[in-house]
């Protein structure tokens, strides 16, 4: 897994000062990629899902989607979890928010400090659907940094975010979760019909 990385940039980097070349960690380091996406599923009592697709731009990351079956007009907690793991009925598994900047929870929207996977709380309307589009910025896709989202969860929660109480924002249970993959590339060629199988006319 990631945590493995970590170790070589950080002596990548020591190696680098200590000879005075500066670009040396940076080597390591890919380019972001375009797109990518989670697929949000409800854990175990709950009905949330919704798609959460993410993309670099030249400020941050784009996160945008749709979320249904949340509690009709609720506001949810909604934040990047430290690890890609959704598979506990209660999705404690995803761990705690992604922060590699140990700053304290905080609200993404102001420049007050805040975990890098802080993000605005989902807001629902009165069929229990949410549509979504905003940035956070901080974070990369991709690149293989410390600040990289690819491959953390994102997760929503029964209760809206305080933006304020330690460490979690006091949001409640987790009622969905997904974790952040690389879009599929686009299928450049027409998939083909499938013919159904000729079957003899049925009779009368
Ligand atoms: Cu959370």
Redesign the pocket.
Same mark, same amino acid.
């Given at each position: 897994m990631r945590p493995s990385i970590l170790p070589c940039l950080a002596l990548a980097a020591a190696v680098s000062a200590a000879f005075g070349h500066g670009h040396a960690a940076a080597a390591d380091m890919k380019a972001q990629i375009n797109e990518a996406r989670a697929e949000l599923a409800p854990t175990q009592g709950n009905r949330a899902r919704g798609t959460v697709t993410v993309s670099p731009d030249n400020r941050g990351l784009r996160v945008s989607g749709t979320v249904a079956n949340l509690r009709a007009n609720g506001e949810h907690?909604f *934040?990047i979890?430290a690890v890609g793991d959704c598979s506990a009925a209660d999705a404690s598994s995803a761990g705690d928010?992604f922060n590699p900047g140990n700053h304290n929870h905080g609200n993404p929207g102001t420049s007050a400090p805040h975990h890098a996977g802080d993000m605005p709380n989902l807001k629902a309307d009165a069929r229990g659907n949410a549509s979504f589009a905003f940035r956070i910025s901080g974070v990369t896709l991709g690149d293989g940094g410390e600040a990289d989202v690819l491959g953390k969860a994102i997760?929503i *929660?029964a209760d809206a975010d305080d933006y304020a109480s330690q460490p979690?924002g006091n949001?409640g249970a987790?009622i969905a979760c997904g974790v952040i993959e690389a879009a599929p590339a686009p299928t450049l060629a027409p998939q083909p019909v499938q013919e159904p199988p000729t079957t003899e006319p049925a009779a009368g």
């Open positions: 907690g *934040h979890h928010h997760v *929660h979690a949001a987790r």
